[in-house]
């Protein structure tokens, strides 16, 4: 015949088994905000580029200064290098052979800061 526990093993092992049980039904829904937040912030990351991405091929000119005024710039600017910064709102036009214009276009500069985050922020 089996040996019955002691009381206070009986007591331990409840305890325990308290203890697990609300950890687990703790730390699920925890972890699960976990994975939900980082999948809201990659989805509104992928939005603030495509959003761009589509302003910057509304406009045909290679400088695109309507861009400046909208959402999508100001949501995007904060992510951008110093030197895109500079780049996007130096206004230093340069004569070329008669004309005016940018030694690097504004498209140039966007399309390249935004295929930097991309790969930086690993959406691609």
Do not use: C
């Amino acid at each position: 015949m089996q040996d019955l526990p002691s009381v206070p093993e009986a007591i331990a092992v409840a305890v325990i088994g308290l203890i697990g049980g609300v950890v687990g039904s703790l730390g699920t829904p925890w972890a699960q905000w976990g994975v939900e937040k980082r999948r809201a912030r990659k989805e509104r990351q992928r939005e603030m580029i495509r959003e761009l991405r589509e302003t910057v091929d509304r406009d045909p000119n290679d400088n695109v200064p309507s861009i400046f005024g909208t959402a999508a710039y100001s949501a995007i600017r904060p992510h951008l290098t110093a030197g895109a910064i500079k780049g996007l709102e130096q206004v230093d036009i340069h004569a070329v052979a008669g004309r005016t214009a940018r030694p690097v276009s504004h498209r140039t500069i966007i399309l390249d800061e935004l295929s930097r985050l991309e790969r930086e922020w690993k959406l691609v």
